[in-house]
T-cell receptor, first 114, second 116 residues
Framework: EAQVTQNPRYLITVTGKKLTVTCSQN?????MSWYRQDPGLGLRQIYY???????DKGDVPEGYKVSRKEKRNFPLILESPSPNQTSLYFC?????????????FGPGTRLLVL | AQKVTQAQTEISVVEKEDVTLDCVYE???????LFWYKQPPSGELVFLIR??????QNEISGRYSWNFQKSTSSFNFTITASQVVDSAVYFC?????????????FGKGTRLHILP
């Protein structure tokens, strides 16, 4: 089954304690991306990756790091989380076939930073 | 700078009515992509469509249709004969650059209520 998995699904942590949210896809997609969703602010892109070892900043990259060492994984790293990073996070992967594109989203990770 | 405006914050219609969700975008690029996404009450995100700026043909997929008009910088989404399962928040989005090597910007979303 084609899917994007994220772990953990829920996380409560404290300010400053490094954490990683994993994202994995089993579809051999080249493009992967991270988003955060906040009430009133909607969806915002954090980082994206066009392929292995190719990453770039989205709209709100501050406070986040990513890596793309292999095609299937795209972890989101919060080196020193702060309360303003409390949010719902989505990972996504996509592929293009000619003019068409198909995107798949993970189920989301709800993060609370105290 | 790119910008996406979904002026309708919330819409309620009775089941079986047609409904159109508006999306107006701003970009200085001539090459860009437009997207629509659905987020039902369960919270997951569902990709609906991507449209290239060079392709102004309208798209129809079942009860869903999209009207792309460059002249008005709009990419509107219509649901025909709406159903309760269409109740969701719908997001429009824009990505500049033709080969997707640029960030994506979302509108604030339109919350659609389909009343039985």
């Amino acid at each position: 089954e084609a899917q994007v998995t994220q772990n953990p699904r829920y996380l409560i942590t404290v300010t400053g304690k490094k954490l990683t949210v994993t994202c994995s896809q089993n579809m051999n997609h080249e493009y992967m991306s991270w988003y955060r969703q906040d009430p009133g602010l909607g969806l915002r892109q954090i980082y994206y990756s066009m392929n292995v070892e190719v990453t770039d900043k989205g709209d709100v990259p501050e406070g986040y790091k990513v890596s793309r060492k292999e095609k299937r994984n795209f972890p989101l790293i919060l080196e020193s989380p702060s309360p303003n990073q409390t949010s719902l996070y989505f990972c996504a992967s996509s592929f293009e076939q000619g003019p068409q594109e198909t995107q798949y989203f993970g189920p989301g990770t709800r993060l609370l930073v105290l | 700078a790119q910008k996406v405006t979904q002026a309708q914050t919330e819409i309620s219609v009775v089941e079986k009515e047609d409904v159109t969700l508006d999306c107006v975008y701003e970009t200085r690029d001539t090459t860009y992509y437009l997207f629509w996404y659905k987020q039902p009450p369960s919270g997951e995100l569902v990709f609906l469509i991507r449209r290239n700026s060079f392709d102004e043909q309208n798209e129809i997929s079942g009860r869903y249709s999209w009207n792309f008009q460059k002249s008005t910088s709009s990419f509107n989404f219509t649901i025909t004969a709406s159903q309760v399962v269409d109740s969701a928040v719908y997001f429009c989005a824009l990505s500049e650059a033709g080969n997707r090597d640029d960030k994506i910007i979302f509108g604030k979303g339109t919350r659609l209520h389909i009343l039985p």
